[in-house]
């Protein structure tokens, strides 16, 4: 008999909305003391500026009122696992977006804080299992709102990245669901059990089809620190160059996960 499917990981609302708002925190405490020289220096994504990648923060929050305004779908129709394979399709949409939010908000500090309130007050007014039509289906909005710790960790590190010196922090609970999210959403995408994938202290998975492992020391073992994972996840760092940097450590004929990466662009 096949063994039994997990149960889909549990997050608590109140801890995730309070990640959401802390890891926001900590990008807008950042933005307000950069440089307008600062603030032009360009990022990894593509050709956004600092500005324009700071107006992609605001939209994470934004994102939720959006939908909100949207009609609630009848039933849900998504997985919070779905959100990383869908948010592809929104990209080209994304970047225009943060343009011309960056053009039309030169008082970056005033457009973040107006996007806090904005989230804040549509967690209040709304109950967690209220539908949001999101690119993944229909999801609650205590799930979507998980999403945005992913966005939020990304972007974050995507900051410190471009700004030499920055060096935002990673609120713990929104690096944690971040890191969790995606580590189930690998195992989602390479089913199996041959393979085990440690990222202290946040994540295992088991994931990759060949032999499963039942007791003792896993065959296959990866292992990798929280931002190393999320870099790998979401395309920010290759395989290989993790690898060559010593990154990540891979052990066993099943423990190569780059036909499985990136999760999500």
């Not at 933005?31 to 324009?52: I, K, M, N, S």
């Not at 713990?172 to 041959?194: C, F, I």
Request: aromatic share 4%; net charge neutral; proline share 9%.
């Amino acid at each position: 008999m096949p063994p039994a499917r997990k149960r889909p990981r549990s997050y608590d609302p109140a801890k995730i909305r309070a990640a959401v708002l802390a890891q926001f925190g900590h990008v807008r405490a950042a933005v307000a003391g950069l440089t307008p020289e600062q603030l032009a220096r360009p990022t990894r994504l593509g050709d956004w500026t600092v500005r324009e990648l700071a107006a992609h923060c605001a939209m994470a929050l934004d994102a939720v009122d959006r939908l909100l305004a949207e009609p609630e779908p009848v039933r849900q129709t998504g997985r919070l696992l779905d959100w990383p394979f869908a948010i592809a399709a929104d990209a080209p949409a994304i970047a225009g977006t943060a343009r011309r939010l960056a053009e039309e908000h030169p008082d970056l500090d005033a457009h973040l804080a107006a996007a806090e309130r904005r989230f804040t007050a549509n967690l209040d007014a709304h109950p967690a299992g209220r539908l949001l039509p999101t690119s993944a289906g229909a999801l609650p909005l205590a799930d979507y709102a998980v999403t945005r710790t992913v966005e939020l960790v990304v972007h974050t590190d995507d900051l410190n990245a471009a700004v030499p010196g920055l060096d935002v922090p990673h609120d713990r609970q929104a690096l944690a669901a971040a890191t969790r999210l995606l580590a189930d959403a690998l195992a989602v995408k390479a089913p199996g059990g041959s393979t085990e994938v440690r990222v202290p202290p946040y994540a295992v998975v088991q994931c990759v089809e060949g032999p499963r492992h039942t007791r003792g020391t896993p065959p296959n073992v990866v292992e990798t620190d929280p931002l190393t994972w999320i870099r790998l996840a979401t395309g920010r760092r290759t395989w290989d160059q993790a690898l060559r940097d010593a990154e990540v450590s891979a052990s066993g004929e099943r423990a190569d996960l780059s036909a499985h990466l990136p999760l999500m662009t």
